[in-house]
Protein backbone atom coordinates (compact mmCIF):
# COMPACT_ATOMS: atom_id res chain seq x y z
CA UNK A 1 0.00 0.00 0.00
CA UNK A 2 1.28 3.53 -0.78
CA UNK A 3 2.15 5.50 1.92
CA UNK A 4 1.59 8.88 0.21
CA UNK A 5 3.65 12.21 0.86
CA UNK A 6 3.23 16.02 -0.09
CA UNK A 7 5.97 17.20 -2.38
CA UNK A 8 6.76 20.16 0.27
CA UNK A 9 7.21 16.82 3.01
CA UNK A 10 9.58 14.61 0.50
CA UNK A 11 11.66 17.29 -0.03
CA UNK A 12 11.94 18.68 3.59
CA UNK A 13 12.68 14.74 4.10
CA UNK A 14 15.31 14.75 1.46
CA UNK A 15 17.02 17.82 3.27
CA UNK A 16 16.58 15.72 6.29
CA UNK A 17 18.55 12.41 5.36
CA UNK A 18 20.85 13.57 2.65
CA UNK A 19 22.16 16.82 3.70
CA UNK A 20 25.52 15.15 5.04
CA UNK A 21 25.92 11.99 2.66
CA UNK A 22 29.35 11.56 2.44
CA UNK A 23 31.60 12.46 -1.08
CA UNK A 24 34.83 12.00 -1.36
CA UNK A 25 36.63 15.84 -2.03
CA UNK A 26 40.05 16.26 -4.24
CA UNK A 27 42.32 18.75 -5.22
CA UNK A 28 41.84 20.06 -9.21
CA UNK A 29 43.62 23.42 -10.93
CA UNK A 30 41.34 25.78 -10.40
CA UNK A 31 41.56 26.71 -14.35
CA UNK A 32 40.32 22.80 -14.74
CA UNK A 33 37.91 23.40 -12.25
CA UNK A 34 34.79 24.57 -14.34
CA UNK A 35 31.45 22.61 -13.24
CA UNK A 36 32.97 20.90 -9.78
CA UNK A 37 31.48 21.77 -6.43
CA UNK A 38 33.58 23.70 -3.88
CA UNK A 39 34.33 21.44 -0.30
CA UNK A 40 36.00 24.20 1.37
CA UNK A 41 35.38 27.88 1.37
CA UNK A 42 37.79 30.43 -0.63
CA UNK A 43 38.98 33.15 0.77
CA UNK A 44 41.15 35.72 -0.73
CA UNK A 45 44.62 36.03 -0.36
CA UNK A 46 45.67 38.89 -1.80
CA UNK A 47 44.02 42.60 -2.72
CA UNK A 48 42.34 42.66 -6.55
CA UNK A 49 43.57 45.33 -7.98
CA UNK A 50 46.71 44.66 -6.01
CA UNK A 51 47.47 48.71 -7.15
CA UNK A 52 46.25 51.52 -7.37
CA UNK A 53 45.20 51.63 -11.45
CA UNK A 54 43.47 54.48 -13.98
CA UNK A 55 40.19 52.92 -15.47
CA UNK A 56 40.71 55.47 -18.21
CA UNK A 57 43.70 56.95 -20.84
CA UNK A 58 44.39 60.14 -19.08
CA UNK A 59 46.96 62.24 -17.02
CA UNK A 60 47.43 61.37 -13.41
CA UNK A 61 46.85 64.49 -10.83
CA UNK A 62 46.44 65.76 -7.65
CA UNK A 63 42.48 66.45 -7.81
CA UNK A 64 42.67 69.52 -5.48
CA UNK A 65 44.75 71.85 -7.91
CA UNK A 66 41.64 70.82 -10.44
CA UNK A 67 38.70 72.20 -8.69
CA UNK A 68 38.34 75.47 -10.83
CA UNK A 69 39.72 74.21 -13.91
CA UNK A 70 37.28 74.89 -17.01
CA UNK A 71 37.61 75.73 -20.57
CA UNK A 72 37.67 79.21 -19.87
CA UNK A 73 40.10 79.10 -17.28
CA UNK A 74 42.21 76.01 -17.35
CA UNK A 75 44.63 74.49 -14.99
CA UNK A 76 48.21 74.02 -16.76
CA UNK A 77 50.21 70.88 -15.44
CA UNK A 78 54.15 70.35 -16.43
CA UNK A 79 54.20 66.30 -17.94
CA UNK A 80 56.34 64.27 -16.66
CA UNK A 81 55.88 61.89 -18.89
CA UNK A 82 54.25 58.29 -19.19
CA UNK A 83 53.44 55.22 -17.21
CA UNK A 84 53.76 52.19 -19.19
CA UNK A 85 51.03 49.67 -19.35
CA UNK A 86 52.24 46.69 -17.27
CA UNK A 87 55.22 48.51 -15.33
CA UNK A 88 55.05 50.05 -11.97
CA UNK A 89 55.04 53.87 -12.22
CA UNK A 90 58.37 55.55 -11.08
CA UNK A 91 56.95 59.28 -11.00
CA UNK A 92 56.38 61.10 -7.38
CA UNK A 93 53.67 63.87 -8.51
CA UNK A 94 53.28 67.02 -7.22
CA UNK A 95 50.53 69.96 -7.09
CA UNK A 96 51.98 71.24 -10.94
CA UNK A 97 52.54 68.23 -11.90
CA UNK A 98 50.96 65.25 -14.12
CA UNK A 99 51.93 61.83 -15.87
CA UNK A 100 49.88 60.45 -18.83
CA UNK A 101 48.40 56.75 -17.20
CA UNK A 102 46.32 54.21 -19.85
CA UNK A 103 43.71 52.66 -18.93
CA UNK A 104 44.72 49.82 -16.12
CA UNK A 105 47.62 51.55 -15.66
CA UNK A 106 49.61 52.35 -12.05
CA UNK A 107 48.44 55.37 -10.64
CA UNK A 108 51.69 57.61 -9.35
CA UNK A 109 52.42 58.45 -6.19
CA UNK A 110 51.31 61.37 -5.41
CA UNK A 111 48.04 61.57 -7.89
CA UNK A 112 44.79 60.70 -6.44
CA UNK A 113 42.58 61.02 -9.60
CA UNK A 114 43.01 61.07 -13.37
CA UNK A 115 41.88 63.63 -15.47
CA UNK A 116 40.54 62.09 -18.76
CA UNK A 117 42.71 62.41 -22.28
CA UNK A 118 39.36 63.93 -23.70
CA UNK A 119 39.46 66.87 -21.39
CA UNK A 120 42.74 67.89 -21.54
CA UNK A 121 45.49 69.02 -24.50
CA UNK A 122 49.31 68.40 -24.68
CA UNK A 123 51.64 71.01 -25.56
CA UNK A 124 54.57 70.14 -25.44
CA UNK A 125 55.68 69.47 -22.00
CA UNK A 126 52.75 70.59 -20.64
CA UNK A 127 49.20 69.78 -20.12
CA UNK A 128 46.31 71.80 -20.39
CA UNK A 129 43.38 70.68 -17.88
CA UNK A 130 39.97 72.01 -18.89
CA UNK A 131 37.47 69.87 -16.19
CA UNK A 132 37.85 69.62 -12.57
CA UNK A 133 38.07 65.98 -10.85
CA UNK A 134 37.24 64.50 -7.42
CA UNK A 135 39.64 62.53 -4.92
CA UNK A 136 39.68 58.62 -6.58
CA UNK A 137 37.60 60.02 -9.78
CA UNK A 138 38.69 57.47 -12.58
CA UNK A 139 40.56 55.65 -10.13
CA UNK A 140 40.25 51.88 -9.25
CA UNK A 141 42.00 51.72 -5.10
CA UNK A 142 43.67 48.62 -4.07
CA UNK A 143 41.69 45.92 -2.85
CA UNK A 144 38.45 47.67 -4.16
CA UNK A 145 36.96 44.75 -6.22
CA UNK A 146 38.65 42.02 -3.72
CA UNK A 147 40.21 42.76 -0.29
CA UNK A 148 42.73 40.28 1.50
CA UNK A 149 40.45 37.94 3.70
CA UNK A 150 37.36 38.34 1.77
CA UNK A 151 34.84 35.34 1.20
CA UNK A 152 35.26 35.07 -2.50
CA UNK A 153 33.61 31.43 -2.94
CA UNK A 154 31.22 29.57 -0.53
CA UNK A 155 31.53 26.01 -0.15
CA UNK A 156 28.88 24.22 -2.33
CA UNK A 157 29.13 26.67 -5.25
CA UNK A 158 29.38 25.12 -8.73
CA UNK A 159 32.31 26.26 -10.58
CA UNK A 160 31.31 28.41 -13.56
CA UNK A 161 33.72 30.38 -16.03
CA UNK A 162 33.10 33.69 -13.79
CA UNK A 163 34.43 32.01 -10.70
CA UNK A 164 37.01 30.49 -12.85
CA UNK A 165 37.98 34.10 -13.44
CA UNK A 166 38.31 35.15 -10.15
CA UNK A 167 40.48 32.31 -9.52
CA UNK A 168 42.71 32.83 -11.51
CA UNK A 169 42.59 37.16 -10.91
CA UNK A 170 43.80 35.53 -7.27
CA UNK A 171 46.37 33.66 -8.36
CA UNK A 172 45.02 30.20 -6.87
CA UNK A 173 46.08 27.51 -8.07
CA UNK A 174 43.89 24.75 -6.95
CA UNK A 175 41.00 24.44 -5.10
CA UNK A 176 39.30 21.76 -3.15
CA UNK A 177 36.25 19.75 -4.97
CA UNK A 178 33.75 17.15 -4.23
CA UNK A 179 33.61 14.20 -6.51
CA UNK A 180 31.23 14.26 -9.11
CA UNK A 181 27.75 12.18 -7.91
CA UNK A 182 27.92 8.80 -9.87
CA UNK A 183 24.60 7.35 -10.69
CA UNK A 184 23.64 3.92 -11.76
CA UNK A 185 19.98 3.89 -14.27
CA UNK A 186 18.21 0.94 -14.29
CA UNK A 187 14.88 -0.01 -16.33
CA UNK A 188 13.18 -2.48 -15.26
CA UNK A 189 10.53 -5.09 -17.05
CA UNK A 190 9.57 -7.94 -18.86
CA UNK A 191 8.24 -5.75 -21.83
CA UNK A 192 11.61 -3.60 -22.19
CA UNK A 193 13.76 -4.23 -25.38
CA UNK A 194 17.05 -2.45 -26.26
CA UNK A 195 16.37 0.65 -28.51
CA UNK A 196 18.06 -1.44 -31.25
CA UNK A 197 15.98 -4.33 -31.15
CA UNK A 198 12.79 -4.78 -33.12
CA UNK A 199 10.24 -4.99 -30.36
CA UNK A 200 7.60 -7.48 -30.47
CA UNK A 201 3.42 -7.41 -29.71
CA UNK A 202 3.43 -6.29 -26.21
CA UNK A 203 7.05 -4.85 -26.09
CA UNK A 204 7.74 -1.57 -25.83
CA UNK A 205 11.50 0.23 -26.74
CA UNK A 206 13.89 1.02 -23.43
CA UNK A 207 13.26 5.19 -23.35
CA UNK A 208 14.01 5.69 -19.80
CA UNK A 209 17.58 4.85 -19.27
CA UNK A 210 17.99 7.85 -21.99
CA UNK A 211 16.20 10.15 -21.19
CA UNK A 212 17.37 9.69 -17.56
CA UNK A 213 20.78 9.11 -17.53
CA UNK A 214 20.99 12.04 -20.55
CA UNK A 215 19.19 14.51 -17.98
CA UNK A 216 22.08 13.43 -14.76
CA UNK A 217 24.99 14.35 -17.54
CA UNK A 218 23.30 17.46 -18.14
CA UNK A 219 22.95 18.49 -14.64
CA UNK A 220 26.83 17.78 -14.03
CA UNK A 221 26.47 13.59 -12.84
CA UNK A 222 28.53 10.75 -13.77
CA UNK A 223 26.11 8.23 -14.95
CA UNK A 224 28.53 4.75 -14.72
CA UNK A 225 26.53 2.40 -16.19
CA UNK A 226 22.82 1.70 -17.43
CA UNK A 227 21.03 -1.71 -17.03
CA UNK A 228 18.07 -3.30 -18.58
CA UNK A 229 16.56 -5.50 -16.19
CA UNK A 230 14.06 -8.35 -16.88
CA UNK A 231 11.03 -8.44 -13.83
CA UNK A 232 13.69 -11.19 -11.79
CA UNK A 233 13.57 -10.23 -8.16
CA UNK A 234 17.36 -11.55 -7.44
CA UNK A 235 18.59 -9.90 -10.44
CA UNK A 236 16.76 -6.76 -9.87
CA UNK A 237 18.01 -6.84 -5.94
CA UNK A 238 21.91 -7.81 -6.85
CA UNK A 239 22.06 -5.18 -9.61
CA UNK A 240 20.46 -2.64 -6.96
CA UNK A 241 23.33 -3.86 -4.43
CA UNK A 242 26.18 -4.01 -7.13
CA UNK A 243 25.24 -0.09 -8.07
CA UNK A 244 25.15 1.03 -4.33
CA UNK A 245 29.24 -0.52 -4.30
CA UNK A 246 30.32 1.99 -7.01
CA UNK A 247 27.95 4.73 -7.07
CA UNK A 248 26.28 7.46 -4.48
CA UNK A 249 23.03 7.08 -6.52
CA UNK A 250 20.64 4.28 -7.87
CA UNK A 251 17.68 5.36 -9.75
CA UNK A 252 15.32 2.55 -11.37
CA UNK A 253 11.97 3.15 -13.15
CA UNK A 254 9.51 0.86 -13.34
CA UNK A 255 8.76 -1.77 -10.28
CA UNK A 256 7.64 1.07 -7.85
CA UNK A 257 3.72 0.70 -7.99
CA UNK A 258 1.55 -2.40 -6.11
CA UNK A 259 1.42 -4.88 -8.86
CA UNK A 260 2.91 -8.83 -8.54
CA UNK A 261 6.06 -7.92 -10.45
CA UNK A 262 6.57 -4.36 -8.75
CA UNK A 263 9.81 -5.87 -6.60
CA UNK A 264 11.55 -2.41 -5.50
CA UNK A 265 10.01 -2.54 -2.13
CA UNK A 266 10.49 -6.05 -1.75
CA UNK A 267 13.88 -5.23 -2.47
CA UNK A 268 14.75 -2.16 -0.19
CA UNK A 269 12.94 -4.10 2.51
CA UNK A 270 15.27 -7.69 1.82
CA UNK A 271 18.73 -5.07 1.71
CA UNK A 272 17.16 -2.99 5.01
CA UNK A 273 17.45 -0.04 3.13
CA UNK A 274 15.73 3.34 5.02
CA UNK A 275 12.46 3.35 3.39
CA UNK A 276 11.49 7.08 3.19
CA UNK A 277 9.09 7.81 0.64
CA UNK A 278 5.90 5.36 -1.42
CA UNK A 279 3.77 7.31 -3.34
CA UNK A 280 3.87 10.95 -3.44
CA UNK A 281 0.81 13.50 -3.85
CA UNK A 282 1.99 14.33 -7.93
CA UNK A 283 0.49 14.02 -11.09
CA UNK A 284 1.91 12.32 -13.62
CA UNK A 285 4.01 10.25 -10.79
CA UNK A 286 2.79 9.08 -7.92
CA UNK A 287 4.38 5.57 -7.71
CA UNK A 288 7.41 6.93 -6.62
CA UNK A 289 10.12 5.62 -4.18
CA UNK A 290 13.02 7.39 -2.29
CA UNK A 291 14.66 5.42 -0.04
CA UNK A 292 19.08 5.63 2.10
CA UNK A 293 20.60 2.86 2.01
CA UNK A 294 24.44 2.84 3.45
CA UNK A 295 23.81 6.69 3.23
CA UNK A 296 23.69 6.46 -0.44
CA UNK A 297 20.40 7.42 -2.40
CA UNK A 298 17.76 5.02 -3.71
CA UNK A 299 15.66 6.62 -6.31
CA UNK A 300 12.67 4.86 -7.64
CA UNK A 301 10.71 6.21 -10.76
CA UNK A 302 7.28 5.00 -12.32
CA UNK A 303 8.01 3.16 -15.70
CA UNK A 304 6.04 5.64 -17.66
CA UNK A 305 8.06 7.62 -19.35
CA UNK A 306 6.16 11.16 -19.02
CA UNK A 307 5.91 10.36 -15.57
CA UNK A 308 9.35 9.33 -14.31
CA UNK A 309 10.82 12.46 -16.74
CA UNK A 310 8.59 14.60 -14.73
CA UNK A 311 9.36 13.46 -11.50
CA UNK A 312 12.97 13.35 -12.19
CA UNK A 313 13.06 17.46 -13.03
CA UNK A 314 10.94 17.96 -10.03
CA UNK A 315 13.18 15.97 -7.31
CA UNK A 316 16.38 15.77 -8.47
CA UNK A 317 17.92 18.96 -8.59
CA UNK A 318 16.85 19.58 -4.72
CA UNK A 319 18.62 16.15 -3.69
CA UNK A 320 21.86 17.28 -5.66
CA UNK A 321 21.65 20.65 -4.18
CA UNK A 322 21.47 19.28 -0.40
CA UNK A 323 24.13 16.35 -1.18
CA UNK A 324 26.87 19.06 -2.01
CA UNK A 325 25.48 21.82 0.61
CA UNK A 326 24.64 24.24 -2.40
CA UNK A 327 22.03 27.15 -1.79
CA UNK A 328 18.49 26.08 -3.52
CA UNK A 329 17.60 28.51 -6.13
CA UNK A 330 14.33 29.98 -7.80
CA UNK A 331 13.44 28.49 -10.73
CA UNK A 332 13.37 31.06 -13.26
CA UNK A 333 9.90 31.09 -15.18
CA UNK A 334 8.49 32.70 -17.92
CA UNK A 335 4.94 34.29 -17.63
CA UNK A 336 2.08 33.87 -20.44
CA UNK A 337 -1.70 33.37 -20.95
CA UNK A 338 -3.27 30.21 -21.08
CA UNK A 339 -4.62 29.59 -24.07
CA UNK A 340 -7.34 26.13 -23.17
CA UNK A 341 -8.70 24.99 -20.24
CA UNK A 342 -6.88 22.84 -17.78
CA UNK A 343 -8.58 19.72 -15.67
CA UNK A 344 -6.54 19.12 -12.41
CA UNK A 345 -7.53 16.19 -9.89
CA UNK A 346 -7.95 17.78 -6.37
CA UNK A 347 -5.88 16.44 -4.14
CA UNK A 348 -2.87 16.04 -6.06
CA UNK A 349 -0.29 18.59 -7.22
CA UNK A 350 -0.52 18.45 -11.30
CA UNK A 351 2.73 19.19 -13.21
CA UNK A 352 1.15 19.46 -17.13
CA UNK A 353 3.07 19.99 -19.84
CA UNK A 354 3.44 22.85 -22.44
CA UNK A 355 4.29 24.24 -25.27
CA UNK A 356 5.37 28.36 -24.40
CA UNK A 357 5.39 30.61 -27.45
CA UNK A 358 5.97 34.41 -27.17
CA UNK A 359 3.51 34.88 -24.12
CA UNK A 360 1.28 32.13 -25.12
CA UNK A 361 0.63 28.48 -23.22
CA UNK A 362 -0.82 25.39 -25.06
CA UNK A 363 -1.09 22.50 -23.05
CA UNK A 364 0.05 19.29 -23.94
CA UNK A 365 -2.35 16.56 -23.24
CA UNK A 366 -1.20 13.22 -22.70
CA UNK A 367 -1.75 9.64 -21.66
CA UNK A 368 0.53 7.45 -19.97
CA UNK A 369 3.04 6.03 -21.92
CA UNK A 370 3.06 8.51 -24.78
CA UNK A 371 6.09 10.37 -25.59
CA UNK A 372 5.16 12.85 -28.36
CA UNK A 373 4.05 15.42 -25.94
CA UNK A 374 6.79 15.11 -23.86
CA UNK A 375 8.95 16.34 -26.96
CA UNK A 376 7.06 18.84 -27.54
CA UNK A 377 6.85 20.13 -24.21
CA UNK A 378 9.73 22.92 -23.76
CA UNK A 379 8.36 23.38 -19.83
CA UNK A 380 5.55 22.93 -17.29
CA UNK A 381 2.90 25.00 -15.19
CA UNK A 382 1.77 23.64 -11.72
CA UNK A 383 -1.57 23.72 -10.77
CA UNK A 384 -1.69 23.41 -6.94
CA UNK A 385 -3.10 20.24 -5.37
CA UNK A 386 -5.98 22.80 -3.81
CA UNK A 387 -7.43 23.33 -7.46
CA UNK A 388 -9.46 21.48 -9.86
CA UNK A 389 -8.05 23.51 -13.03
CA UNK A 390 -7.73 26.65 -14.89
CA UNK A 391 -9.53 28.35 -17.31
CA UNK A 392 -8.35 29.66 -20.56
CA UNK A 393 -7.34 33.39 -20.21
CA UNK A 394 -5.06 32.70 -16.50
CA UNK A 395 -1.47 34.17 -16.34
CA UNK A 396 0.35 31.32 -15.48
CA UNK A 397 4.70 30.84 -14.82
CA UNK A 398 5.95 28.50 -17.34
CA UNK A 399 8.66 26.35 -15.84
CA UNK A 400 11.31 25.12 -18.56
CA UNK A 401 12.53 21.40 -18.69
CA UNK A 402 15.66 21.36 -16.73
CA UNK A 403 16.14 24.47 -14.72
Same mark, same amino acid.
Given at each position: ????????????????????????????????????????? #?? %???????????????? %????????????????????????????????????????????????????????????? $????????????????????????????????????????? @??????? %????? $???????????? #????????????????????? #???????????????????????????????????????????????????????????????????????????????????????????????????????????????????? #??????????????????????? @?????????????????????????????????????????????? %????????????
Amino acid at each position: MFKVRTIDETIELIGEKFSNMYLEVFQVESVNSYGFILAKD #IY %ATENVPHFNRSTVDGY %AVSHSVTQLASSSIPVVLKNLGEVLMGEESKFQVSDEETVYVPTGGHLPSGADSVVMVENT $ELLKDEVIVNNPTSKWENVLLKGSDISTDDLVLKKGTMINE @RHIGVLT %ALGVK $EVTVYKKIKCLV #ISTGDEIVRPHEAPKVGEIRD #INTYTVSKYLENIGLIVTDTLVIKDDFLKYKKAILDGFNSNDIVITSGGSSVGTKDYTIKVMNEINAELLVHGINIKPGKPTIIARYNNKLFFGLPGQPTSAYVVLNTFINDMVSY #IYGMKKRDLPYYEGELKMNVHSA @RGRRTYQLVEYNNGKVIPLFTKSGMMLALSKANGYIVISEFSEGLV %AGTNVKVYRFGD
